[in-house]
């Protein structure tokens, strides 16, 4: 079964940066791809950046320039650099892996933002 772990939430002020980690219990190059999610305080969940097996790397227009999506296969983890942070920034982020069609996800980390 395969678990997914984030971290690296937290409190921050508008501006600051984060840097949000997912642990995976396997190897990240096996899955199709990696993804992190963002669900805003009463709204649904969005994709905010992924990264497929090749590298490639896609982001939502909300963080393109400001986010960075990208992992360390030595220590199975994938992470999300957050840069120059916005009050709607603020909710849950979730890791989501898929692999052979399953998809997976962590139990997400809290980042506030306050303005």
């Known amino acids: 079964q395969v678990q997914l772990v984030e971290s690296g939430g937290g409190l921050v002020q508008a501006g600051d940066s984060l840097r949000l980690s997912c642990a995976a219990s396997e190897r990240v190059f096996n899955f199709n791809n990696m993804g992190w999610y963002h669900q805003a305080p009463g709204k649904q969940r969005e994709l905010v950046a992924t990264i497929n097996s090749y590298g490639t790397t896609a982001y939502a227009d909300s963080v393109r320039g400001r986010f960075t999506i990208s992992r360390e296969n030595a220590e199975n983890t994938v992470y999300l650099q957050m840069n120059s942070l916005k009050p709607e920034d603020t909710g849950v982020y979730y890791c989501?892996?898929?692999?052979?069609?399953?998809?997976?996800w962590g139990q997400g980390t809290q980042v506030t933002v306050s303005s």
């Open positions: 989501k892996a898929r692999k052979l069609l399953v998809d997976y």
